[in-house]
């Protein structure tokens, strides 16, 4: 074995893990806000890890292009999807308070529900 081959095992596998450990979460956790982190952060950076370690494994091949745009494309969307599902999740009172340290979207909500509008007109 190369010392590619073992770089790219080491990174496919801590990628996995941490796939592996998101999906458990989305599983374990009790409400969406944590099932949301669970699904985003771990989740994405294992991603980038298998496609790193591809990366490496397949070093000098067109196809390290493609993983390239993959994991851009993945960082790009990843945090929009899980904002949204926040906001909607918070919307819809799916959550639990006595998770929160800090409730940042109770005042903006407060401010909607009132037809005060932010400087932008909404």
């Given at each position: 074995m190369s010392v590619s081959d073992i770089v790219a095992s080491v990174l496919i596998l801590a990628g996995s893990a941490l796939a592996l450990t998101a999906a458990i979460g989305v599983i374990r956790f009790p409400d969406t806000l944590s099932r949301?982190?669970?699904?985003?952060?771990p989740q994405v950076l294992g991603l980038l890890l298998v496609l790193a370690?591809?990366?490496v494994r397949l070093s000098g091949h067109?196809?390290?292009?493609?993983l390239?745009?993959?994991?851009?494309?993945?960082?790009?969307?990843?945090?929009?999807?899980a904002n949204r599902v926040g906001q909607?999740?918070?919307?819809?009172?799916n959550?639990?308070?006595?998770?929160l340290t800090r409730d940042e979207m109770h005042e903006f909500a407060a401010e909607r529900e009132h037809g005060d509008h932010d400087s932008r007109g909404r």
């Open positions: 949301m982190h669970a699904a985003t952060k370690g591809a990366a067109v196809d390290v292009g493609m390239i745009l993959t994991g851009l494309f993945t960082m790009i969307t990843a945090p929009v999807i909607l999740a918070y919307r819809e009172q959550i639990r308070d006595d998770l």
